[in-house]
């Protein structure tokens, strides 16, 4: 199998705040002049971007936009020849095959403590502690 493994930042179509915050964010000049500011700041700065990033990424009311444009992304993959498309950052659960594809949304695990495991060649999801119980 060709599998894909992503963290999915920037997968949305509308994602183009973040794609531009990315090439400033890890651009030297940008990353030398952090290095300046003193720790405290830095970290508070991380955290505004990160939540205002996590209000839509993370919120219920985008559900359906965010698994329309995971899936739109996971079929281009699916031409590209990958068999098997894993997507984090999202917070959803979910397996699902389309003619012998394969899109795995990560889970959660902060709520939903879910675990995704290839078990006997099949995908298996669920949280830790069925997990566990799988395992052992």
């Known amino acids: 199998q060709k599998i894909l493994l992503t963290h999915g930042d920037g997968l949305l179509k509308k994602d183009y705040g973040y ?3 990315k090439k400033i964010i890890r651009s030297k000049i940008f990353i030398n002049l952090f290095k300046l500011l003193p720790p405290n700041l830095t970290c508070f700065l991380a955290k505004k971007i990160s939540k205002s990033s996590s209000e839509y990424n993370h919120h219920d009311k985008y559900v359906n936009i965010i698994k329309n444009d995971i899936e739109d992304y996971a079929k281009m993959q699916w031409e590209n020849g990958y068999d098997t498309i ?22 959660d695990w902060l709520s939903k403590f ?23």
């Open 19 to 21: 794609k531009v915050l």
């Open 86 to 107: 894993l997507v984090g950052h999202y917070h959803q659960t979910g397996i699902i095959s389309k003619n012998n594809k394969k899109l795995i949304y990560l889970g």
């Open 114 to 136: 879910t675990v995704t495991a290839l078990v006997n060649e099949k995908y298996w999801q669920g949280d830790w502690q069925n997990f566990v119980d799988l395992v052992y």
